[in-house]
C-alpha cells in the first residue's frame, strides 16, 4: 500500500523558532508537495519539487523554504516560526499524470 | 484567474438516500479531475477521478460526472451511510502547469441516521 508519512501528526512551538516539517514516500514519486490547510481558505499550496534538489514555489511561499535532497523526502521549514503559521500542513506525493496521495497532516501550533 | 468552487459549502442527507455534490471549474484546459474525501484530523482521502477526455466514471457507490460545456463536475454517492460524513473536495490538475492541483473550498456532508 501506497504511503506518505508526516513525521509528526501535533507540534506545538514558539514564535521565532525554526520548525522541520518531514515528509516521507515510498512510492518512488517524481514529485511532492506542501499544502497548508485553514478553514475557509482550503488547501494552498506553499512549494512543490519535480525532483531531488528542485523546488518551485506554490501560492503562499513566504516565510517557507523547502529542501529535496533524496527523492523519498520533502522538508518544509518555516525560518523563524510566526502566529500566523498555525495551520494543518499536508504533504502530498505523485506520480507525473496521476493522482496524489496525501500524508495524514501535521497540526502546527505557534504560540 | 484559476479557480475550482463548490456551489454549497454544505450538505444534510438522510441515511440511504443519494447524495449529490457538486463543483463547478473555471479553466476549461483543465487536464484531471480528482474527488477527494477529507475526515476530521485526516489527511484528503482519494476517492474516484476522471479525465478530461470523459464524462463519466464510476466506481464502487461513487459516480463522477463532467460536464466540459459547463465546466461543471459533480460526485454522486449512492446509498450514503453514515461513514461517509465528512469534507468532500473537488481539485483539477493542469500537467502544463507542473501538475498542481487546485482545491476547491469543499463542501461538508452530514448522514442523518
Known amino acids: 500500500d501506497v504511503k506518505v508519512t508526516q513525521s509528526s501528526r501535533y507540534l506545538v512551538k514558539r514564535t521565532g523558532e525554526k520548525v522541520f516539517l518531514e515528509c516521507v514516500q515510498d512510492?518512488?514519486?517524481?514529485?511532492m508537495f506542501w499544502y497548508r490547510q485553514d478553514p475557509g481558505l482550503g488547501l494552498r499550496l506553499i512549494y512543490f519539487?519535480?525532483?531531488?534538489?528542485?523546488?518551485e514555489k506554490g501560492d503562499i511561499p513566504e516565510g517557507y523554504s523547502v529542501s529535496r535532497e533524496k527523492k523519498e523526502r520533502f522538508s518544509l521549514i518555516l525560518e523563524s516560526a510566526s502566529t500566523n503559521q498555525t495551520s494543518m500542513y499536508l504533504c502530498?506525493?505523485?506520480?507525473?499524470?496521476?493522482?496524489?496521495?496525501f500524508g495524514s497532516g501535521t497540526r502546527l501550533t505557534v504560540v | 484567474g484559476e479557480s475550482v468552487g463548490l456551489h454549497l459549502p454544505t450538505l444534510s442527507v438522510q441515511e440511504g438516500d443519494n447524495s449529490i455534490i457538486n463543483c463547478a471549474y473555471s479553466?476549461?484546459?483543465?487536464?484531471?479531475f480528482i474527488w477527494y474525501k477529507q475526515e476530521s484530523g485526516k489527511g484528503p482521502q482519494f476517492i474516484i477521478d476522471?479525465?478530461?477526455?470523459?464524462d463519466k466514471r464510476q466506481g464502487q457507490r461513487v459516480t463522477v460526472l463532467l460536464n466540459k460545456t459547463v465546466k461543471h463536475l459533480s460526485l454522486q454517492i449512492a446509498a450514503t451511510q453514515p461513514g461517509d460524513s465528512a469534507v468532500y473536495f473537488c481539485?483539477?490538475?493542469?500537467?502544463?502547469?507542473?501538475?498542481?492541483?487546485?482545491f476547491g473550498q469543499g463542501t461538508e456532508l452530514s448522514v442523518k441516521p
Open positions: 502530498a506525493s505523485t506520480r507525473i499524470n496521476y493522482g496524489y496521495t
Open positions: 512510492m518512488d514519486h517524481e514529485n
Open positions: 519539487s519535480y525532483d531531488v534538489k528542485m523546488k
Open positions: 479553466n476549461s484546459a483543465s487536464d484531471y
Open positions: 476522471i479525465r478530461s477526455n470523459m
Open positions: 481539485a483539477e490538475i493542469h500537467y502544463n502547469q507542473g501538475g498542481k492541483l487546485i
